[in-house]
């Protein structure tokens, strides 16, 4: 298992590429389970092919550093949000491991189905942001469809494909599943619409 990874994140329309700080992110931390270090460790090795990129949402870097899920994460490992995604830009697939933490609880035992849904949103931003445009995208419309409760404190796994963009290049839609971490059991599903950000905006 990595100790850490140099990564860069794209930056935001106006944003100089000054301002895009690179940093070392700490990867599975004390607050991992030790079953998803192990699904973490599985999935890592897709990197050993050229086409799939590693993304850490909670990354340091000046786009993430106040966004609400590092937020809430922030000096508190395994407590809330907890996830590494590998997403493969030429044939648009994501892959990802996560852990919902105590403070993501809603029913005894079970993530809230907004702290689920917040999951599923940031896995489909990095499938749009980085397989549909060159551009940065925002969530227009999202449908989720719980399957099952989702629990707390276990490893998931994360799947999503890029399903299609319109003919005028400002929309592309994407579709992101939670699974169990062995991929049999189905807990949540939504189809996504992202669209263009606006400079204005």
Same mark, same amino acid.
């Given at each position: 298992m990595e100790k850490g990874q140099q990564i860069t994140i794209s930056g935001e329309p106006g944003q100089t590429e000054e301002s895009i700080q690179e940093c070392v992110v700490p990867l599975p931390n004390r607050g991992w389970l030790t079953e998803s270090i192990e699904l973490y460790d599985e999935l890592n090795k897709l990197t050993e092919s050229e086409d799939w990129v590693k993304f850490v949402p909670h990354d340091k870097t000046v786009l993430h550093r106040n966004t609400f899920t590092r937020r809430i994460s922030d000096n508190q490992p395994g407590q809330a949000f907890e996830c590494i995604f590998f997403c493969n830009t030429r044939e648009g697939k994501l892959k990802g491991v996560c852990q919902f933490g105590p403070l993501t609880q809603g029913p005894p035992g079970r993530a809230h189905g907004g702290a689920v849904a917040s999951l599923l949103d940031i896995a489909g931003g990095i499938l749009a942001n980085h397989t549909c445009l060159s551009k940065p995208m925002l969530t227009a419309?999202?449908? *989720?469809?719980?399957?099952?409760?989702?629990?707390?404190?276990?490893?998931?796994?994360?799947?999503?494909?890029f399903s299609n963009t319109a003919e005028t290049g400002r929309k592309c839609w994407v579709n992101c599943r939670i699974k169990s971490s062995d991929?049999?059991?189905?807990?949540?599903?939504?189809?996504?619409?992202? *669209?263009e950000l606006k400079p204005s905006l």
């Open positions: 419309t999202m449908n *989720v469809n719980y399957k099952r409760a989702t629990p707390i404190m276990r490893a998931l796994l994360v799947e999503g494909e991929g049999e059991t189905l807990m949540a599903e939504s189809s996504l619409l992202f *669209v």
